[in-house]
């Protein structure tokens, strides 16, 4: 049985900013991961990746990170990924205060 | 306090043009990032989870108020208001624009200060004891001696692309306050029999994954050798250290794979050749450094005011007694400013504390302050008569926090809410943990306590080091802290051990006041520290306070 994959967006941060920032359907970079395509078929992820490589004036670092589907938009499921949608905990800076 | 010469603001002035040349090309497209990215990482450029990070090197902690000054200006022009003090003497911008860093530079540069081998496989910021040139207890000041071997080794060409970073820590005083033993190389200024001044030199200690204690190399180095030893050692690395495994190529492991005699004999066959080749411009220099670095004119006046705010003002008094240090001047004293008000982040300083700590410097500190690798600011020559002033205005700023060695006077990483290394947090632990302890008023009762955490393996936050450590982990995506116990940073130097499963982010800070108030029915007495009672008594006791459950189950096992 070939192992299940687990849905996925494409992030990466932004070149000139430094910030967070994922990967939308029709081919922009957003901060709010809610608005990121989410990619449930393996092939079709790789080859969102590989645009997101071929962009090294917009983003630096580009990669999969897993996520689910949720009532707004793609959730994130891991805690470093939740971070990254909202900043640090300890100033209220960041994309909790900015989006 | 040394002052760049012509030298070194043309270095420092050509790296700064260079590398706004190549954030340009970096941002025109022409540079890729992998092109850009050691660049940037040799000017202190990271990038973290939310936005770069640019770190500064403060070299040996010292600081002038007009460079205290800069960095209030950075924090408050390019970032969001604040800077973070980290355990390597550097300070941290977690929000600057990639187009605004060589403006960073730049102002940094006019005031002398830089940001070059904060980062990559060289030799760093070169760290000292926090007190150097103030405390009572130092045989010499250690400064003229790291800003030697910060000359030494800055862009040093053989010595840019070791298989490892390399760091290097001096203490003048037997009592250890900058974790020498934790370091690739390590030195203790000594005085031997004949009255001599020379270093005892220690390799391979570090912390990180594999943590290690540094061993003694030689025990007595004379000054005209001491470049060239360690110019020997660094050699003997560069040689002998692995580059196929980036987990074994620190130090440390070299010395242990090899030994410390054959390690030894490796360094003493480069001796030769180092030797030869330095031709005494290191003991000129050293002694031109040295001068540098002179005592200010220590003023002579009568303490009396201090000694009627302290017998009249308890909140003063309080103060006095945990964050003054004895200094070797009469009538002086070396005043620790806490950053670690309960609640706020350990290391962090805003502009405007920044900048009061500088007016303070120039006011009633001869101009100068030090940044201490436990992520406090010093203020090392402040007279007596001066502090009941000095204390009011950092009452009025926040700065003045009675903490410093004690439970809330933690270091903290900047682990995930940062750091893109991270597997936790560490910094909300450490803030929850200060002001549990605010509320239970019993730190001061409790007594000298360091607790360290650091948000990953690579141990930035000392935790190995610590009385109480906590390392923060991800267990199946799910924050989860581990406590070793039992670590020391100074002359007793050891390495916590661990006390048993981790944590939830929930439970650690309950984990932490059980073991502190166990801590306060096991002493002996008033007079034994957390260290003392647990090395006379080792882990058992202590586990059983921390891990409750199972010593119920034990006992009742016991009991049947
Ligand atoms: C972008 C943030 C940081 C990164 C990427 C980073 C990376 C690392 C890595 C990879 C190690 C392990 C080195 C090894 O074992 O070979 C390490 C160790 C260390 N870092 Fe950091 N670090 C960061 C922030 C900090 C901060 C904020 C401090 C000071 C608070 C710090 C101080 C140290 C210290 C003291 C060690 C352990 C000593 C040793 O090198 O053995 N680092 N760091
Ligand atoms: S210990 Fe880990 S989490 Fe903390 S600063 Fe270092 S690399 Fe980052």
């Not at chain 2, 900047?414 to 750091?419: I, L």
């Not at chain 2, 924050?479 to 390495?495: P, R």
């Amino acid at each position: 049985m070939p192992r299940q994959f687990t849905p996925k967006v494409v992030t990466a941060n932004r070149l000139l900013e430094g910030d967070a920032v994922w990967l939308t359907e029709d081919g922009r970079w957003t901060p709010d991961m809610r608005e990121a395509e989410l990619l449930d078929e393996e092939a079709h992820a790789e080859l969102r990746l590989l645009l997101a490589q071929s962009q090294p004036d917009v983003v630096v670092g580009p990669y999969l990170a897993d996520a689910r589907p949720g009532a707004e938009g793609p959730e994130p499921t891991h805690f470093r990924e939740t971070f990254r949608t909202r900043g640090p905990s300890n100033y209220t800076h960041g994309k909790q205060v900015e989006l | 306090m040394y002052h760049y010469n012509d030298f070194d603001r043309a270095f420092v002035q050509e790296r700064v043009d260079q590398f706004r040349a190549q954030v340009e090309r970096r941002i025109d497209g022409s540079l890729t990032e992998d092109e850009f990215k050691p660049l940037r990482l040799m000017n202190g450029l990271y990038l973290q989870l939310h936005a770069y990070m640019l770190r500064v090197a403060i070299p040996y902690g010292t600081l002038s108020s007009d460079q205290m000054r800069t960095l209030a200006l950075l924090a408050e022009k390019w970032d969001r208001g604040y800077g973070h003090f980290t355990t390597r003497q550097n300070i941290q911008y977690n929000w600057p624009a990639l187009k605004d860093v060589p403006d960073m530079l730049q102002a940094l540069a006019d005031v002398g200060m830089h940001a070059i081998q904060t980062s990559g496989n060289t030799i760093r910021n070169v760290t000292a004891d926090h007190f150097a040139g103030a405390a009572a207890d130092e045989v010499a000041d250690p400064r003229p001696v790291a800003e030697l071997l910060r000359q030494w080794s800055t862009d040093h060409p053989e010595f840019q692309f070791l298989p490892r970073k390399f760091k290097i820590a001096v203490t003048g005083a037997a009592h250890d306050r900058a974790v020498i033993q934790a370091h690739d190389i390590g030195i203790q200024i000594v005085e031997n029999a004949h009255g001599e001044i020379g270093y005892k030199l220690l390799v391979g200690g570090g912390l990180g994954r594999t943590p290690m204690i540094g061993k003694v190399i030689e025990e007595f180095v004379a000054q005209e050798d001491l470049l060239p030893y360690c110019e020997a050692i660094v050699a003997a690395y560069n040689l002998m250290g692995r580059r196929d495994n980036k987990y074994k190529a620190r130090i440390k492991i070299t010395v242990f794979e090899n030994g410390l005699d054959t390690f030894r004999d490796a360094v003493l066959a480069q001796f030769e050749r180092t030797k030869a080749a330095f031709t005494g411009v290191d003991v000129k220099l050293f002694e031109e450094i040295r001068a540098q670095f002179a005592p200010p004119a220590w003023r002579n006046a009568p303490t009396d005011a201090y000694d009627a705010a302290y017998r009249a003002d308890p909140v003063f008094r309080s103060w006095a007694d945990t964050n003054l240090a004895a200094h070797r001047a009469e009538g002086y004293a070396i005043v620790s400013v806490s950053i670690k008000k309960p609640g706020q982040t350990p290391g962090d300083a805003t502009a405007e504390q920044m900048r009061v700590l500088a007016d303070l410097a120039r006011d009633f500190g001869h101009d100068e302050l030090r940044i201490s690798h436990e992520q406090n600011v010093i203020l090392p020559h402040v007279h007596k008569s001066d502090l009941p002033k000095l204390h009011a205005k950092l009452r009025e700023h926040g700065l003045a926090t009675a903490n410093i060695g004690l439970v809330s006077d933690i270091i903290a990483c900047p682990g995930m809410d940062y750091c893109a290394l991270a597997t936790a947090r560490s910094i909300p632990v450490a803030q929850q943990i200060a002001l549990r302890f605010e509320e239970l008023k019993l730190e001061h009762d409790v007594g000298p306590l360091k607790i360290k955490i650091s948000g990953c393996i690579n141990a930035c936050g000392h935790h190995h080091v610590g009385h109480i450590g906590i390392l923060g982990l991800d267990r199946a995506g799910v924050e989860n802290y581990q406590v070793t116990l039992g670590g020391s940073g100074d002359e007793t130097a050891s390495i916590g051990e661990r006390a048993g499963p981790g944590f939830s982010a929930d439970e650690i800070v309950p984990a932490i006041e059980r073991l502190v108030l166990g801590y306060l029915d096991l002493r002996a007495g008033p007079e034994e520290t957390f260290l003392q009672a647990y090395r006379r008594l080792g882990p058992a006791p202590f586990k059983a306070v921390l891990y409750p459950e199972q010593e119920a189950k034990r006992e009742r096992a016991d009991a049947a």
